[in-house]
């Protein structure tokens, strides 16, 4: 499995912005579909975003959509998640994974922290 390290979380007003980063190691990447999920305290990790990293496809949860945008650098095998117009609801840690030729999510990174408060 590709090993993922994220980074770029913080503390952001409503209405600022982040990028995170999730730079991937030790695997195949063009076989794999990149995403990105979340969990805020108290309830379950959800699909943020995904991106094919063969051909660039990419889909979103409608709560984010217009505001965040997924891309990649395959010099860099690096999926980034630029997010824009922050909302206190956008609050919580930010895992990315990996799932291979399609299948279920089996590499997964630590995690980083979003907050966004005033």
């Known amino acids: 499995q590709v090993q993922l390290v994220e980074s770029g979380g913080g503390l952001v007003q409503p209405g600022g912005y982040l990028r995170l980063s999730c730079a991937a190691s030790?695997?195949?990447?063009?076989?794999?579909?990149m995403g990105w999920f979340r969990q805020a305290p108290g309830k379950e990790r959800e699909f943020v975003a995904d991106?094919?990293?063969?051909?660039?496809?990419?889909s979103y949860t409608d709560s984010v959509k217009g505001r965040f945008t997924i891309f990649r650098d395959n010099a860099k095998n690096t999926v980034y998640l630029q997010m824009n117009s922050l909302k206190p609801e956008d609050t919580g840690v930010y895992y990315c994974?990996?799932?291979?030729?399609?299948?279920?999510?089996?590499?997964w990174g630590q995690g980083t922290q979003v907050t966004v408060s005033s």
């Open positions: 994974g990996g799932a291979l030729g399609g299948g279920a999510y089996g590499a």
């Open positions: 991106i094919a990293w063969s051909d660039g496809r990419t």
């Open positions: 030790g695997g195949a990447t063009s076989l794999y579909t």
